[in-house]
Protein backbone atom coordinates (compact mmCIF):
# COMPACT_ATOMS: atom_id res chain seq x y z
CA UNK A 1 0.00 0.00 0.00
CA UNK A 2 0.96 3.66 -0.23
CA UNK A 3 2.15 6.05 2.62
CA UNK A 4 -0.67 7.74 3.99
CA UNK A 5 -3.81 7.85 6.37
CA UNK A 6 -5.58 4.95 6.51
CA UNK A 7 -8.82 3.92 8.87
CA UNK A 8 -8.94 0.32 10.09
CA UNK A 9 -10.81 -1.46 12.79
CA UNK A 10 -8.88 -3.74 14.97
CA UNK A 11 -9.05 -7.22 14.76
CA UNK A 12 -6.57 -8.52 17.36
CA UNK A 13 -3.80 -8.08 19.49
CA UNK A 14 -1.42 -10.29 20.93
CA UNK A 15 2.05 -10.26 22.36
CA UNK A 16 5.36 -12.00 20.00
CA UNK A 17 8.76 -12.06 19.40
CA UNK A 18 10.87 -11.60 15.51
CA UNK A 19 12.53 -14.92 14.69
CA UNK A 20 15.99 -12.96 15.03
CA UNK A 21 18.89 -13.48 17.41
CA UNK A 22 17.50 -11.18 20.15
CA UNK A 23 13.71 -12.80 19.81
CA UNK A 24 13.05 -9.28 20.27
CA UNK A 25 9.34 -9.20 21.75
CA UNK A 26 6.68 -6.83 20.29
CA UNK A 27 2.98 -6.37 20.94
CA UNK A 28 1.21 -6.60 17.81
CA UNK A 29 -2.51 -4.86 16.86
CA UNK A 30 -3.95 -5.95 14.05
CA UNK A 31 -6.38 -3.72 11.91
CA UNK A 32 -8.66 -4.47 8.49
CA UNK A 33 -8.01 -1.99 6.82
CA UNK A 34 -10.96 0.08 4.66
CA UNK A 35 -10.39 2.91 4.04
CA UNK A 36 -7.47 5.54 2.86
CA UNK A 37 -7.45 9.51 3.16
CA UNK A 38 -7.71 11.54 -0.04
CA UNK A 39 -7.73 15.37 0.07
CA UNK A 40 -9.65 15.37 3.52
CA UNK A 41 -12.00 12.67 2.33
CA UNK A 42 -11.87 8.59 3.10
CA UNK A 43 -12.29 6.49 0.24
CA UNK A 44 -13.18 3.12 -0.18
CA UNK A 45 -10.05 0.47 -0.75
CA UNK A 46 -10.86 -1.73 -3.22
CA UNK A 47 -10.76 -4.45 -0.71
CA UNK A 48 -10.28 -4.36 2.72
CA UNK A 49 -6.62 -5.30 3.56
CA UNK A 50 -4.53 -6.52 6.85
CA UNK A 51 -2.09 -4.91 8.45
CA UNK A 52 -0.06 -5.09 11.47
CA UNK A 53 0.98 -2.23 13.94
CA UNK A 54 4.09 -4.06 15.97
CA UNK A 55 5.48 -2.00 18.95
CA UNK A 56 8.35 -3.62 20.47
CA UNK A 57 8.79 -3.77 24.13
CA UNK A 58 12.41 -4.12 24.67
CA UNK A 59 14.58 -2.08 27.79
CA UNK A 60 14.63 1.01 25.25
CA UNK A 61 11.38 0.94 23.79
CA UNK A 62 8.94 -0.20 26.51
CA UNK A 63 8.45 3.33 27.57
CA UNK A 64 6.94 4.31 24.62
CA UNK A 65 5.11 1.34 23.59
CA UNK A 66 3.24 1.56 27.47
CA UNK A 67 2.70 5.60 26.85
CA UNK A 68 1.13 4.45 23.68
CA UNK A 69 -1.19 1.44 25.17
CA UNK A 70 -2.10 3.91 28.08
CA UNK A 71 -3.01 6.98 26.19
CA UNK A 72 -5.64 4.56 24.09
CA UNK A 73 -6.93 3.52 27.81
CA UNK A 74 -5.69 -0.10 27.65
CA UNK A 75 -6.96 -2.24 30.08
CA UNK A 76 -4.13 -4.13 30.77
CA UNK A 77 -5.37 -7.97 29.36
CA UNK A 78 -3.63 -9.14 26.53
CA UNK A 79 -6.82 -12.03 26.60
CA UNK A 80 -9.77 -9.55 26.45
CA UNK A 81 -7.97 -6.27 24.99
CA UNK A 82 -10.57 -3.14 25.54
CA UNK A 83 -9.95 0.60 25.18
CA UNK A 84 -11.56 2.97 26.62
CA UNK A 85 -10.50 6.47 25.26
CA UNK A 86 -9.51 5.10 22.05
CA UNK A 87 -11.88 3.77 19.02
CA UNK A 88 -10.44 0.79 18.04
CA UNK A 89 -13.15 0.23 15.43
CA UNK A 90 -12.08 3.73 13.46
CA UNK A 91 -8.88 3.09 13.99
CA UNK A 92 -6.64 6.27 12.18
CA UNK A 93 -3.35 4.49 11.11
CA UNK A 94 -0.59 5.54 8.90
CA UNK A 95 2.00 3.93 6.58
CA UNK A 96 5.26 4.69 5.54
CA UNK A 97 7.93 2.96 3.59
CA UNK A 98 11.37 2.95 5.32
CA UNK A 99 14.38 2.51 3.83
CA UNK A 100 14.18 -1.38 3.14
CA UNK A 101 10.81 -0.42 1.01
CA UNK A 102 8.67 -2.44 3.80
CA UNK A 103 5.59 -0.78 5.09
CA UNK A 104 5.67 1.04 8.65
CA UNK A 105 2.18 0.70 10.07
CA UNK A 106 1.61 2.76 13.43
CA UNK A 107 -1.55 4.17 15.02
CA UNK A 108 -2.48 8.09 15.01
CA UNK A 109 -3.32 8.81 18.64
CA UNK A 110 -3.37 12.72 18.25
CA UNK A 111 -7.04 11.26 16.18
CA UNK A 112 -8.01 9.09 18.90
CA UNK A 113 -8.13 6.68 16.60
CA UNK A 114 5.92 -12.37 8.97
CA UNK A 115 4.28 -12.40 12.35
CA UNK A 116 7.23 -14.48 14.28
CA UNK A 117 5.87 -16.48 17.61
CA UNK A 118 3.51 -15.54 19.97
CA UNK A 119 4.57 -15.23 23.95
CA UNK A 120 4.28 -17.90 26.49
CA UNK A 121 1.68 -17.45 29.14
CA UNK A 122 4.37 -16.35 31.68
CA UNK A 123 5.66 -13.47 29.13
CA UNK A 124 2.10 -12.24 28.51
CA UNK A 125 1.55 -12.00 32.17
CA UNK A 126 4.69 -10.10 33.39
CA UNK A 127 4.05 -7.85 30.37
CA UNK A 128 0.27 -7.45 31.99
CA UNK A 129 2.03 -6.53 35.32
CA UNK A 130 4.19 -4.53 33.88
CA UNK A 131 1.76 -1.96 32.26
CA UNK A 132 -0.36 -2.18 35.44
CA UNK A 133 2.72 -1.11 37.06
CA UNK A 134 3.50 1.63 34.65
CA UNK A 135 -0.24 2.80 34.39
CA UNK A 136 0.14 3.31 38.77
CA UNK A 137 3.31 5.41 38.06
CA UNK A 138 1.28 7.67 36.44
CA UNK A 139 -1.42 7.73 38.11
CA UNK A 140 -3.96 5.88 35.90
CA UNK A 141 -6.38 3.36 37.41
CA UNK A 142 -7.11 0.83 34.21
CA UNK A 143 -10.25 -1.00 33.78
CA UNK A 144 -10.20 -4.91 35.65
CA UNK A 145 -9.89 -7.80 33.40
CA UNK A 146 -13.61 -8.45 32.00
CA UNK A 147 -15.20 -11.30 33.58
CA UNK A 148 -15.04 -14.83 31.92
CA UNK A 149 -18.03 -16.09 30.14
CA UNK A 150 -20.57 -17.86 31.89
CA UNK A 151 -20.49 -21.65 32.06
CA UNK A 152 -22.34 -23.16 29.38
CA UNK A 153 -25.58 -25.08 30.44
CA UNK A 154 -25.66 -29.09 31.46
CA UNK A 155 -27.99 -31.19 29.92
CA UNK A 156 -31.02 -31.32 27.70
CA UNK A 157 -30.91 -27.25 26.82
CA UNK A 158 -33.70 -27.68 23.87
CA UNK A 159 -36.64 -29.01 26.42
CA UNK A 160 -38.52 -26.09 27.63
CA UNK A 161 -38.54 -25.40 31.33
CA UNK A 162 -41.54 -26.10 33.44
CA UNK A 163 -42.95 -23.94 36.34
CA UNK A 164 -41.89 -26.64 38.70
CA UNK A 165 -38.04 -26.40 37.16
CA UNK A 166 -38.47 -22.37 38.36
CA UNK A 167 -37.66 -21.34 42.16
CA UNK A 168 -40.48 -19.41 43.21
CA UNK A 169 -42.88 -20.70 40.06
CA UNK A 170 -45.39 -21.65 42.60
CA UNK A 171 -46.69 -18.36 43.20
CA UNK A 172 -49.26 -18.24 40.03
CA UNK A 173 -50.13 -14.95 39.28
CA UNK A 174 -52.91 -14.34 36.40
CA UNK A 175 -51.96 -11.59 33.73
CA UNK A 176 -54.75 -9.27 35.38
CA UNK A 177 -52.48 -9.52 38.30
CA UNK A 178 -49.53 -7.95 36.80
CA UNK A 179 -49.12 -4.36 36.61
CA UNK A 180 -47.68 -3.63 33.04
Given at each position: ????????????????????????????????????????????????????????V?????P??????????????????????????????T?????????????????????????????????????K????????????????????????????????????????????????
Open positions: MEPGTYLGSLQAMYGGKLNNEQQTPFIALEFEVSHIAVNGEWQDLPAPRTRTVKWFTEKAEYTMEKLLTMGFNGNMDSPQFDSWNQDQAILCEINENDYEDWDVDLRTGGGQGETWEPDTKKKFEASFSYAETRGKKINQPAPKAAPKPQGDTDSPVTDDEIPGAENDVSDSEIPF
